[in-house]
């Protein structure tokens, strides 16, 4: 008998997400500094350690959500259902010129990260400000986190101007690089946002020291638009011309791209974070998925911030997408069960290039795993796990969570972070917000 830190044992069905969908039945999971050492029935019998029974359950990789701005949990809600325009240069940015800080993005994530963890996610990518902050709660709580500071061409909250912007994250990436949680990457904003210049230095960055290049394209008409008129071209082709196209990207929403994009994107190696209820709920449009990834193009899912959701729940969001892209294409083969929980796990490790450590229940494999609790009448009968997941659970049947080998939620308890301390940091800033909100009416 060989001591592991923990086993999971009796798990109804693991489904590992590796290439060929490889399942296990009635099966035990052994775990050891960080990684699964071995997974099969005789688990049990060959191991012994810290162990959690996990009958009625089943398992799958740590999800992960490609795209979000998790300090903006602090607007959830703020402003909806008004034109993008109005929404935010009345709403959102007022509240964001006034209050963005270091305790605000803190005190966001902290919301966020709650969220988070009790669906499942086990590691997220951030654009925001002041990303310190974010870097500082994930490290103290053992999330895995790919965090990127916004680049834009006029001042921001952290950088008055790009290139302070970029020299900042450079100094983030050389203070995280390497570390358990957090990979640090470049997040130049978008193509109408960035100037070539901008654009290219950043690129530079992301080269030089091997990150992703996290960015905004092709989102709606308008910068569609916005950029053919500026650079002549329409955004992927205009990044192509200016050399910053290639496997390093993790392009945010691409709803609108050109069947010729689509190819240059697949030729490119270009990743994709598909964000159908930002895209819906802003009134973007509808991202051409399933064509993309007939094109051989990486995609992941993402819920984009929770000002345009608006909530962090992945399962939700690959259960949207899957409905939306067969309603839209008219059949209902598109985008199956299979596919849709690969975007939130193997596809998404892919898309932010963690492959190697992340996105699949596979021996060698970082021991981020979620338990979802299939012992409840709204999933059963169960014939097919991943139907089941994809269309009947949502992401409140997550009982359990281990990160890194650590457990961070059990029970559907989460662990690491006191609900009544995440709803007291709302209240305080509702209130902040609301006051402001009064005064400026005045
Ligand atoms: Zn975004």
Same mark, same amino acid.
């Given at each position: 008998m060989?001591?592991? *830190?923990?086993?999971?044992?009796?798990?109804?069905?693991?489904?590992?997400?590796?290439?060929?969908?490889?399942?296990?039945?009635?099966?035990?999971? $052994?775990?050891?500094?960080?990684?699964?050492v071995d997974i099969g029935e005789d688990v049990k019998n060959r191991y012994f350690g810290k162990t959690i029974v996990c009958k009625g359950k089943i398992a799958i990789p740590g999800l992960i959500n490609t795209h979000t701005h998790a300090a903006m949990t602090?607007?959830?809600?703020?402003?909806?259902?008004?034109?993008?325009?109005?929404?935010?240069?009345?709403?959102i940015w007022p509240v964001e010129g006034q209050f963005v800080s270091y305790e605000f993005v803190k005190d966001g994530t902290q919301i966020a990260v709650y969220e988070m963890l009790r669906n499942g996610v086990t590691t997220f990518v951030d654009m925001y400000f002041y990303e310190n902050a974010v870097a500082d709660v994930l490290n103290k709580l053992g999330i895995r986190g790919v965090l990127s500071t916004g680049i834009l061409d006029f001042p921001t909250p952290g950088a008055k101007t790009p290139d302070e912007g970029i020299a900042k994250t450079e100094e983030f990436i050389k203070e995280h690089k390497g570390s358990e949680y957090i990979y640090p990457a470049i997040g130049?904003?978008?193509?109408?946002?960035?100037?070539?210049?901008?654009?290219k230095k950043a690129m530079d960055v992301a080269e030089k020291y091997d990150v992703l290049y996290h960015i905004h394209i092709s989102e709606t008409e308008f910068e569609v638009q916005t950029v053919k008129e500026k650079y002549g071209e329409t955004p992927v082709k205009h990044l192509e011309k200016i050399g910053v196209l290639n496997s390093r990207v993790l392009a945010a929403h691409m709803v609108h791209p050109t069947d010729e994009e689509i190819e240059l994107l697949a030729k490119k190696g270009v990743k994709v974070a598909h964000c159908p209820e930002s895209n819906l709920k802003l009134a973007s449009g509808i991202a051409p998925v399933p064509k993309m990834i007939e094109a051989g193009v990486i995609v992941g899912i993402g819920t984009d911030g929770t000002a345009s959701n608006d909530d962090l729940d992945v399962i939700g969001e690959i259960s949207t997408a899957a409905k939306l892209h067969k309603g839209y294409w008219k059949d209902p083969t598109v985008l199956n069960a299979k596919q849709a929980l690969a975007m939130a796990t193997r596809e998404g490790a892919k898309a932010v290039r963690l492959e190697n450590k992340i996105g699949t229940v596979e021996k060698g494999k970082k021991a981020d795993i979620v338990l979802i609790d299939a012992n409840q009448p709204h999933l059963n009968p169960l014939?097919?796990?991943?139907?089941?997941?994809?269309?009947?659970? !949502?992401?409140?049947?997550? *009982?359990?969570?281990?990160?890194n080998g650590d457990i961070k939620v059990l029970?559907?308890?989460?662990?690491?972070?006191?609900? *009544?301390?995440?709803?007291?940091? $709302? !209240?305080?800033? !509702?209130?902040?917000?609301?006051?402001?909100? !009064? $005064?400026?009416q005045r």
């Open positions: 060989e001591r592991v *830190d923990l086993i999971l044992t009796d798990i109804d069905f693991v489904l590992t997400m590796d290439e060929n969908f490889t399942e296990y039945k009635n099966t035990s999971i $052994a775990i050891k500094d960080g990684k699964i602090l607007l959830r809600g703020y402003g909806s259902d008004n034109p993008l325009k109005v929404w935010l240069e009345e709403y130049p904003h978008a193509p109408y946002t960035c100037s070539p210049e901008t654009l014939f097919d796990p991943y139907t089941q997941i994809v269309y009947s659970s !949502k992401g409140l049947d997550v *009982d359990t969570v281990i990160i029970n559907k308890e989460v662990l690491v972070i006191e609900k *009544d301390y995440v709803l007291d940091i $709302a !209240k305080k800033w !509702k209130e902040k917000i609301e006051a402001l909100n !009064k $005064a400026t």
